[in-house]
Structure formats: structure tokens, C-alpha cells
């Protein structure tokens, strides 16, 4: 009954490298959802899929940061040349069906750009 | 613009004490409300939700809101504090009409002293 996996936990980057950020949805969901956390704010939306599609990606940056939910395999958040204003918790959450009736979260990745 | 917004920023109080926490959006059509909890180190989770019916609804440990649609406000209550309440709350709203995506005000971080 395992909820929604994000992996790595913790991710140490040093600027300019690229990070990889995985997200496997809860089991029979085929919704996912990207956030931002920046120290002392709120979560922002950055980019909802489903399988093998972009839905909304109106919270994405527009260079550096691509998103991709596979058909087979997690969903991927990469980010590009890292730099320090990266440095965020990213937090994945998937849902069952269309309406956002209710979602689930992962723990977060907690990516530090040094 | 279309936002959510949490009045409090930190709040503290003692053990037993009632708590508050204000939550108000700016959307005008239907909308799904919800408030979630992150403990400290771990991913959020849902305390409660509202969609339709009564205004008052009742979720996990003791936490109860009120949906007053004339007021656009979601307000988070519990009669009693402990200890272990100690976490940040976030308010989330979901547009019906608009794009599917919770909205999360900036966050309350609560702290009970015991």
C-alpha cells in the first residue's frame, strides 16, 4: 500500500549540473502534479500530467526545467545548469481521475544547490 | 488576481488553547476547498476537504472548518491544541471551472508550547 514515492529524498547539486527528480504516483493513478516549496512560502504549482502528456505546465520556468510521465516508469522533474535560487523542496502528488478530488503528496525532494 | 490567502503567518499558543487559522480565496465560481498539514521533515497530508453540502466539515484530529461562501473564507478550527499539533497548514483551493490544480495559500506555521 505504498503512497506516492519521491526519489532521491535529499539531492545535493553543485550549480550548473543538472538534477533528476522522480515521482511514482500512488498505485491506479494516473495524475500527476509537480510543487515548488521555496523556503518560508507556500507550494507552488509548477506542471500537471498524465500518462505520456503535458496538461498544464503554466507554473514551469521557461528554460532549464523540462517535465515527462512515461508510459512505463516515474515521472521525471529535470532541471538544467542548476543554479542556487533551484534550492527548493519539490513535491509530487497524483490523484485517481480528473477533478482533484482529492490528492496525495510524497514526502519531497529536498534538492540544495551549493 | 485569482489567490489564496492565509492571514497568519506563525501562530502560537499553549496547550489546550482554541485555535483559528483564516483562509480566504478570490475565486467566483465553484470551487473545492481543502486544508493540508505538514509535520515537521514529512509530506502533507489531507486534514479535510469540502466540495458540496454542509459548511461545516469535520476531518482528522479534532480539525474542523467552515465554508462561508459570502465571505470566500475556509477558516481552520480546533476547540483544543496539544502538543503534537505543532506542524505548518496550508489551504488549497481547486477551481471546478478553471484548470485542474490545487491552489495553495502561503502556509500558517503553528507552534504549541506545552
Known amino acids: 500500500n505504498a503512497g506516492v514515492m519521491q526519489n532521491p529524498r535529499h539531492l545535493v547539486r553543485r550549480r550548473g549540473q543538472e538534477a533528476r527528480l522522480r515521482c511514482s504516483p500512488m498505485?491506479?493513478?494516473?495524475?500527476v502534479y509537480w510543487y515548488r516549496q521555496l523556503p518560508e512560502e507556500g507550494l507552488k504549482f509548477m506542471v500537471y500530467?498524465?500518462?505520456?502528456?503535458?496538461?498544464?505546465e503554466s507554473g514551469m520556468p521557461k528554460e532549464r526545467f523540462s517535465a515527462e510521465f512515461p508510459k512505463e516508469g516515474p515521472s521525471i522533474l529535470r532541471i538544467q545548469q542548476v543554479v542556487r535560487g533551484d534550492s527548493a523542496a519539490y513535491f509530487c502528488?497524483?490523484?485517481?481521475?480528473?477533478?482533484?478530488?482529492?490528492?496525495?503528496f510524497g514526502q519531497g525532494t529536498r534538492l540544495t544547490v551549493v | 488576481a485569482q489567490s489564496v490567502s492565509q492571514h497568519n503567518h506563525h501562530v502560537i499558543l499553549s496547550e489546550a488553547a482554541s485555535l483559528e487559522l483564516g483562509c480566504n480565496y478570490s475565486?467566483?465560481?465553484?470551487?473545492?476547498l481543502f486544508w493540508y498539514v505538514q509535520y515537521p521533515g514529512q509530506h502533507l497530508q489531507l486534514l479535510l476537504k469540502?466540495?458540496?453540502?454542509?459548511?461545516l466539515v469535520k476531518g482528522i484530529k479534532g480539525f474542523e472548518a467552515e465554508f462561508i461562501k459570502s465571505k470566500f473564507s475556509f477558516n481552520l478550527r480546533k476547540p483544543s491544541v496539544q502538543w503534537s499539533d505543532t506542524a505548518e497548514y496550508f489551504c488549497?483551493?481547486?477551481?471546478?471551472?478553471?484548470?485542474?490544480?490545487?491552489?495553495f495559500g502561503q502556509g500558517t506555521r503553528l507552534t504549541i508550547n506545552p
Open positions: 488549497a483551493v481547486n477551481p471546478i471551472q478553471g484548470a485542474q490544480k490545487l491552489v
Open positions: 502528488a497524483s490523484s485517481a481521475g480528473q477533478g482533484l478530488r482529492e490528492a496525495f
Open positions: 475565486y467566483g465560481g465553484t470551487v473545492n
Open positions: 500530467l498524465q500518462k505520456e502528456n503535458i496538461i498544464d
Open positions: 498505485k491506479g493513478h494516473s495524475h
Open positions: 469540502y466540495f458540496s453540502g454542509d459548511p
